[in-house]
């Protein structure tokens, strides 16, 4: 190219950008961010365990379960739980594990204690990890004599792969991807900076769950323990505790029938005292309607004997006064007028009525006495 025809395109290229409206430089202070790059060795130490995912919300259900794993393979094969003692379960949400922010170099990048989260190139994942729920059999919990009785028959190959399930963790994992910003990209939700370089993110956290086991191989478990001991004791303890079963058995048997004795003759009791209370009864009210009678002799009588009285007293009256008239009598003076005026004294009535004296024609006035 010519010097002309470059001053030119470099003219055009001036007055271009001159005509170009002044862009506003974007400013954005952010507090560096730093990274983990590794767990915590007590969680690394865990057993995670992949196709356990159906126990995630009934990791009690887990525990005690007698599992086979063959390479990648894991085959739950029985539970061995005692009925009377089942495991032991706490809840917690605030037993947090780990907390940080992890790039794709990030030492255990897609493994399974951390839900599989695959991290790319020029992305940075938040991960929380929190223990929500533990459960476990504590050593008299765990049923031997049945285990023993199981392993009786187990080829030794199938022992080598066969472990008990102790105790089960359920682990949540919240992440939450955070993107590069690249040139002037427009950002929003949480930003921020780690080696100079910005992130954002408008997603929310995702949950995951993961399952850690404490496992006790087949194996060991026998070895700790005399079959033969424990499988012939809990046989004596079996056949003292049916004895026991018969013999407390028929002492209820005898039980009953003495109470059977007993209500019998409480029944027969409780006959007599009806037959007798009816009776008694009748007899009351037998009682009751001769009371009923005798109250009303009793009323009658008195009313007679208040007649008798009365008259009694009338008769004892007239007496007395026959006997007062008797003892003490006095002429008594009658003087009878005629019709002419003409009088006659009379002393004694007895042989002379006054209706007679009225049949002679005088009128007879009683003067004194």
Excluded: W
């Excluded at 990890?129 to 008299?140: A, H, I, K, N």
């Excluded at 990209?185 to 929310?204: A, H, L, N």
């Excluded at 478990?221 to 012939?232: A, F, G, K, P």
């Amino acid at each position: 190219m010519n010097l002309p025809l470059r001053l030119c395109v470099v003219s055009l290229l001036l007055l271009f950008s001159a005509l170009l409206p002044a862009q506003s430089s974007r400013k954005i202070k952010l507090t560096p961010s730093s990274l983990g790059f590794d767990l915590p060795d007590t969680y690394k130490q865990r057993t995670f365990i992949k196709g356990l995912s159906g126990f995630v919300h009934k990791i009690d259900q887990l525990t005690g379960t007698m599992v086979m794993i063959d390479g990648n393979k894991t085959t739950v094969l029985t539970r061995f739980v005692r009925q009377d003692k089942p495991p032991v379960v706490t809840t917690s949400t605030s037993d947090v594990i780990y907390s940080a922010k992890i790039d794709s170099k990030f030492k255990l990048n897609g493994a399974y204690c951390i839900a599989s989260t695959k991290i790319e190139k020029d992305n940075i994942y938040e991960i929380i990890l929190t223990d929500v729920g533990y459960s476990f059999l504590p050593e008299d919990y765990i049923p031997y004599v049945e285990i023993c009785r199981a392993a009786t028959n187990v080829a030794p190959e199938t022992r080598k792969k066969t472990y008990y399930i102790r105790s089960a963790k359920l682990t949540t994992v919240y992440t939450r991807a955070f993107q590069k910003v690249v040139g002037n990209s427009e950002v929003s939700g949480v930003v921020f900076s780690v080696g100079g370089e910005v992130f954002s993110s408008s997603d929310q956290f995702k949950l995951d769950y993961i399952v850690s086991v404490d496992l006790v191989s087949l194996e060991k478990l026998l070895s700790l323990q005399n079959c033969n001991d424990l499988i012939n004791n809990e046989e004596i303890a079996r056949r003292e505790k049916a004895e026991k079963a018969r013999l407390e058995a028929m002492k209820a048997e005898e039980e009953k029938k003495a109470r059977e004795q007993e209500l019998a003759a409480a029944k027969a009791q409780v006959e007599d005292l009806k037959k007798t209370l009816n009776e008694s009864i009748y007899r009351t009210a037998e009682m009751q309607r001769h009371l009923h009678e005798a109250q009303d002799k009793e009323r009658a009588a008195l009313e007679q004997l208040n007649t008798a009285i009365r008259q009694a007293n009338e008769l004892s009256a007239q007496a007395e006064q026959a006997r007062q008239n008797a003892e003490s009598r006095e002429e008594v003076i009658l003087t009878f007028k005629n019709k002419d005026g003409k009088v006659l004294e009379i002393k004694n009535l007895d042989e002379l009525s006054e209706d007679k004296l009225r049949a002679l024609g005088f009128d007879v006035e009683v003067l004194r006495r």
